[in-house]
């Protein structure tokens, strides 16, 4: 290639990648900014489960607004998945340093991923672990956190994670273990959906182990910790208090 032609096609080059990396900030921030109000049609994790389900297992997931999902969901989600939720910026450095100091001296291994973490991974990203992927998740956790408010955070979280096998969101598997509406669940049901979450394949919230009623019981603890206060002690009058019982 002569060296004209080959300056040629190092500009088109460079002028092509940076075109590219240009519409992926464009169109990703349209796309995280759209979830705002447009709930989230599927995920990839939810397609790929629906490949797999196996015969006779039906695949469930049904959207439930915010304001229909039992409070102590929400309390209970909180309480074991991310405490600091209502506080943080999308990434908990303090939880991360914590988990790595656990884990030195631990063999299992303990995580330090927030709620907007997981929602991050679970609404925009493809279910292999990866450097490429934990990269990415940064980037949609900023994005989420920049562009959602915490409510809708929650919100999409209990409405697109897996908790069970084949099921997806806390009204599918309400309906699924308790026969009831995600916005009838009690403290102890939510609590139970909840501790069943690190192993969501494995455990039956309606047909506890007693370990799955081990982890219940420090959800509840937890939550009581917390208090029935929680979010308007940080700053938000508006959440939803009209399901606590």
């Known amino acids: 290639m002569k060296k004209g032609k080959l300056k040629r096609f190092a500009k088109g080059l460079r002028r092509w990648i940076l075109r590219s990396i240009l519409a992926f900030f464009v169109l990703s921030f349209l796309w995280v900014l759209a979830y705002r109000w447009i709930n989230p049609p599927t995920t990839f994790l939810q397609v790929r ?45 303090g939880a991360i340093e914590k988990a790595r100091k656990y884990n030195e001296t631990h063999e299992k291994v303990r995580g330090a991923s927030t709620i907007t973490q997981q929602v991050a991974k679970n609404t925009f990203l493809w279910p292999q672990r990866s450097w490429l992927r934990k990269g990415m998740e940064v980037y949609f956790t900023g994005l989420v ?22 099921t997806f969101g806390c009204e599918a598997t309400a309906r699924k273990y308790f026969k009831k509406s995600a916005a009838d669940l009690t403290k102890e049901q939510a609590a139970m959906i909840i501790a069943a979450l690190p192993s969501p394949r494995k455990s039956n919230p309606g047909k506890p182990s007693s370990y799955l009623v081990r982890r219940q019981q420090h959800v509840i603890k937890q939550m009581n910790m917390l208090g029935k206060n929680y979010f308007k002690r940080h700053g938000d009058d508006s959440w939803p208090m009209n399901k606590v019982k």
């Open 49 to 93: 489960e629906w490949w797999n389900c196996p015969d006779g297992q039906k695949f469930t997931k049904q959207w439930k607004d915010l304001e229909e999902i039992s409070f102590y969901m929400h309390l209970g989600a909180v309480s074991s998945e991310d405490q600091n939720f209502m506080d943080h910026s999308g990434i908990d450095f």
């Open 145 to 166: 956190e920049l562009l959602w408010d915490k409510q809708r955070i929650l919100e999409v979280y209990l409405n697109v994670i897996e908790m069970g096998p084949c």
